[in-house]
């Protein structure tokens, strides 16, 4: 199926009496919508790509660990190297396979800080090595909250919910953006790391 015979909005009618409706018909009839008009640009991905490869590429995992690694917060923020999460087990599985990946938590800032819901701190970020990606991935989380956020408040108008039932629940959580880096086999061994055996790259997971 091409994009065009998808149901597709435009964030930029945001404000028209029909844009509710209009998501309604998508949600209803697919289940799902091509969004346009949005502030996440393939330039913006692309960066935000390749700042992520930069990152776990030019830094040996030890490298990276010793910089921003963060067991004492869970790994909720900073970076979390290979074997620190397994996916979802298969049926029989007595052990879920590891996931081979990297990633660098970052929290949305623009939520004030609430120590009941918010206890692992402010963003660590890679500043003084890569400038640019702290630059980059508060870019995209601003673009993506935007989409969200408009989403809800269209659905609430049209389901005829109240004003805030939605959007309330998203405002002030705790949000973040995971930045994966899913390593070639090759780069694994010539880092010397060994491969769990069932080891898999973008393992499938059953939480999320």
Known sequence: MHLHQFPTVDLRDARASDFPLRVKEGFLTQGFLAI???????ELMEEAEYLTAELFTRWTPDELEAMFGRPDLFRQRGVSNFSEQAAAAKPGQARPPVDLKQFFMVR??????????MPYGPNIWPDDILPRFRIVMLELMAAYKEIYFTLLTAVERAWGLRKGKLTGMAEGAETV????????????????IDI?????????????
């Not at 346009?36 to 393939?42: A, E, I, Q």
């Not at 769990?196 to 999320?208: C, M, T, W």
């Open 36 to 42: 346009k008009g949005h502030r996440v640009t393939r």
């Open 108 to 117: 949305d800032p623009s939520i004030p800080r609430n120590p009941a819901n």
């Open 177 to 192: 953006l995971r930045p994966i880096f899913y390593p070639s086999y090759d780069r694994l061994r010539n880092l010397g």
């Open 196 to 208: 769990p055996p069932g080891a898999q790259r973008s393992a499938p997971h059953g939480d999320i």
